[in-house]
């Protein structure tokens, strides 16, 4: 019971006091019952004028059927837009309506979809909820907009929804979840010519933009993945703005474009030469618009190139003619939202002639269990775990509790070094020590304090990959030559690859136990 509640103890004090403070008054609210009735407001709709900057993948393939997080169902007879036997989150997506920004839809089908959600709309519950909200007014007004749309039906659903939003802010969460509700109150005031939402989305986005984007561009969730979905909707107000001048003052359009830069900035130097994002922290494949797409988008609403270090957000990444090192030498990130962080600190990732070999395990889901528990682990990193614990303590689907800190931080032309406290309940340090040079990477891991503890380095491979061990040299490919100096024990198992939601695939890791110190040689054959 005391361990439950140092947790939680743990975990409310990085919360900001507005967190707190809104979840006290939405859980009291909904305690009492107080309900709102947001459909008898008066509006007018002023048009807007919109052209799709991006095309989403395929997740409406006609009539009833749709496949969201590669997960496909077809509906008999009507839509059911409360269906959750796949999981919240694959409820979320239905009511997301993305699927109006793809290539394929036709004008037709995504009116049929809209008026039918418009029927059940009283009896809508997840997506009623806030961020499904905020996706769903922006997805909305794109397409009745470029459709050149005359529904008083639908727009009383769009107005009903904004109605709510402003009403139901997502100020217990912040993050992401946050600027969504921004963005989609910016589109709001756009199309309802409405001040009040337009001061309202304004102070958030300006607010939370400066929060939020970090000084090398970073988005502070430390996620790609969220970094790219948050970059794409800054984007689409920008491209809002670009075709409706009128609205705003030149200023903001200013601001906007500033951050952009910023964004797209570190995505191109995160990106991997494939065009892949690193899987790191909450990331996956196949979700969002890519890194290409997001850049040709930017290049369509005159993003300038802005040239920036990766630093702040603690990400490193080395590229050279033969292989690209991606390091992690961050912290949780955002303090008080880590919802999408991992126990993975000083994880490296490596791509070598353009293929992954050394890889992050990934996320397969969102739901809670053990599997998810999993994926967040230290142990499904490449990085050490002492007395198979976690350097950061996450549990729930999306709780951090201790955390652990970066506590020296140095580094030079062709190495990089540092040191955190995640297992200072153990009284020991670990710092990790990389150096390379164009054929070799050297990987110094150091424990100090209470030397006598179990430690395990873990590397993870491709499932494409084929991994022999013979005697202490691990080969891979025949691309990589891995020795350890100082192992107490080297073994090959395995793990579940999880490159995007609901797949995985068998593949091998190597988990290298040792005491004090060990040396790990990455001989890479050119």
């Given at each position: 019971m005391w361990c439950k509640i140092r947790i939680l103890l743990n975990t409310i004090c990085y919360l900001r006091p507005i967190q707190i403070l809104y979840q006290v008054y939405y859980r009291f609210r909904k305690f009492l019952g107080v309900q709102k009735n947001y459909s008898n407001k008066r509006f007018t709709i002023s048009k807007l004028n919109w052209t799709d900057g991006i095309h989403y993948s395929m997740s409406f393939f006609g009539k009833r059927k749709f496949k969201f997080l590669n997960q496909e169902f077809s509906f008999n007879d009507e839509i059911n837009w409360n269906y959750s036997d796949l999981g919240k989150l694959w409820n979320y997506n239905l009511n997301y309506?993305?699927?109006?920004?793809?290539k394929e839809i036709k004008k037709e089908d995504g009116l049929r979809l809209m008026r039918h959600f418009a029927d059940a709309y009283k009896d809508i519950r997840n997506g009623k909820e806030s961020y499904p909200t905020s996706l769903r007014i922006v997805n909305w007004i794109k397409f009745i907009?470029?459709?050149?749309?005359?529904?008083?039906?639908?727009?009383?659903?769009?107005?009903?929804?904004?109605e709510r939003l402003i009403s139901n802010l997502e100020y217990h969460i912040l993050g992401n979840h946050f600027f969504e509700n921004g963005c989609a109150l910016f589109f709001s005031s756009f199309y309802f010519d409405d001040k009040s939402y337009l001061s309202k989305s304004l102070k958030i986005l300006i607010n939370e933009l400066d929060e939020q984007i970090l000084n090398d561009g970073a988005h502070f969730e430390l996620s790609p993945m969220y970094h790219q979905v948050v970059l794409l909707r800054l984007l689409d107000c920008i491209n809002l703005i670009e075709l409706n001048p009128d609205k705003v003052d030149i200023s903001i359009a200013?601001?906007?474009?500033?951050?952009?830069?910023?964004?797209?900035?570190?995505?191109?130097?995160?990106?991997?030469?494939?065009?892949?994002?690193?899987l790191v922290n909450d990331s996956a494949q196949n979700v969002y618009p890519d890194s290409v797409k997001l850049i040709e988008y930017s290049k369509k609403t005159n993003i300038k190139e802005c040239l920036t270090s990766l630093s702040e957000s603690g990400y490193r990444m080395i590229k050279n003619i033969d292989y690209e090192l991606m390091i992690d030498v961050g912290e949780i990130g955002a303090s008080y939202q880590p919802a999408h962080a991992h126990a993975d600190t000083f994880n490296?990732?490596?791509?070598?002639?353009?293929?992954?070999?050394?890889?992050?395990?990934?996320?397969?889901?969102?739901?809670?269990?053990?599997?998810r528990f999993l994926e967040r682990s230290t142990r499904s990193h490449n990085t050490v775990s002492v007395n198979d614990e976690n350097s950061s303590e996450v549990w729930g689907n999306f709780r951090v509790g201790n955390r652990a800190k970066i506590l020296e931080l140095i580094g030079g032309e062709n190495f990089i070094q540092a040191s955190h406290n995640g297992y200072k309940k153990f009284n020991i340090?670990?710092?990790?020590?990389?150096?390379?040079?164009?054929?070799?990477?050297?990987?110094?891991?150091?424990?100090?304090?209470?030397?006598?503890?179990?430690?395990?380095?873990?590397?993870?491979?491709?499932?494409?990959?084929?991994?022999?061990?013979?005697?202490?040299?691990?080969?891979?490919?025949?691309?990589?030559?891995?020795?350890?100096t100082n192992a107490d024990g080297i073994r090959i198992t395995d793990y579940n690859y999880s490159p995007t939601f609901n797949r995985s695939f068998d593949a091998l890791c190597i988990e290298v136990k040792f005491t004090e110190y060990l040396v790990t040689r990455i001989k890479i054959n050119t």
């Open positions: 309506f993305d699927f109006l920004n793809q907009s470029k459709n050149h749309i005359k529904d008083d039906d639908l727009n009383k659903i769009v107005k009903e929804d904004s200013k601001t906007f474009r500033h951050k952009a830069s910023l964004m797209v900035s570190w995505l191109k130097q995160i990106t991997f030469s494939d065009g892949s994002i690193p490296f990732l490596l791509n070598v002639k353009g293929n992954s070999l050394i890889v992050d395990a990934g996320i397969s889901t969102y739901n809670h269990s053990k599997k340090i670990h710092q990790r020590r990389w150096e390379w040079e164009h054929d070799c990477i050297l990987i110094n891991d150091k424990l100090t304090g209470n030397v006598s503890e179990n430690a395990k380095a873990y590397f993870h491979f491709h499932p494409q990959s084929s991994v022999s061990q013979i005697h202490d040299v691990i080969k891979v490919n025949e691309d990589l030559e891995i020795d350890f």
